[in-house]
């Protein structure tokens, strides 16, 4: 199947909404033909694309993908218009017909929560920062429920961060202050977690789904 790509228009009409994002979240690196990218620390690298879902004459999602060099593709999301649109019966698209583009649907578009949830995606990105000098997860320990109940809770309730004294309320009848201390600056020696403030990083995320993998293989 042959590619379509959007008219000049069309992309200058897609630039007004990667620009605002671009003001808001740093490592903006600019469009280069028809994918925008930023640069994130720890090499990772993100692009967005715009697309369609129907005809290339609608053009009516970004899409998004995150890559390190150290474990390649990791993360991926999509913002489509239809889903910050205010009727179901009018969802918002660029309307590219032989090169002449323009808005259809506008009035009914929240463009500020698309940015606003792209901008959040590139943020939680940074939860995921691997060091270059980090062992490959395969050669760190097993992590048992408990350990990996937390993980999923920062993941899940703090947006990535690691903050002992929001984990241990959570989790007090199962552990201590004490041992929920050194549990993290354990993992903070050895990669699992950032530097403070602490947050999840991508080996400490695969090691809780290759676990949840080998659960799913067992049964």
Do not use: C
């Amino acid at each position: 199947m042959a590619r379509h790509y959007p008219s000049f228009q069309t992309l200058d009409i897609a630039d007004q909404i990667l620009e605002a994002i671009a003001d808001r979240a740093p490592g903006f690196q600019g469009r280069i033909g028809v994918n925008w990218y930023w640069q994130l620390p720890g090499g990772i690298l993100v692009t967005f694309i715009l697309d369609f879902t129907t005809t290339e004459q609608r053009w009516d999602v970004i899409r998004a993908e995150a890559v390190s060099p150290s474990i390649g593709f990791f993360n991926a999301a999509e913002f489509p218009f239809k889903a910050y649109g205010t009727l179901a019966t009018s969802p918002p698209f660029i309307h590219d017909l032989e090169g002449e583009a323009e808005w259809s649907n506008r009035l009914y578009f929240q463009m500020g929560h698309l940015i606003e949830d792209a901008v959040l995606w590139l943020k939680l990105l940074n939860a995921t920062i691997i060091d270059p000098q980090v062992r490959a997860p395969a050669t760190f320990p097993d992590l048992n429920r408990l350990e990996r109940e937390m993980v999923a809770y920062a993941l899940d309730e703090l947006n990535g961060h690691f903050r002992l004294k929001d984990i241990y309320p959570a989790f007090e009848e199962r552990i201590s202050q004490n041992a929920l201390s050194r549990l993290a600056r354990k993992w903070e020696e050895i990669g699992l977690l950032t530097q403070r403030p602490r947050r999840v990083t991508v080996a400490l995320r695969a090691l809780v789904d290759q676990h949840d993998e080998d659960e799913e293989e067992a049964a």
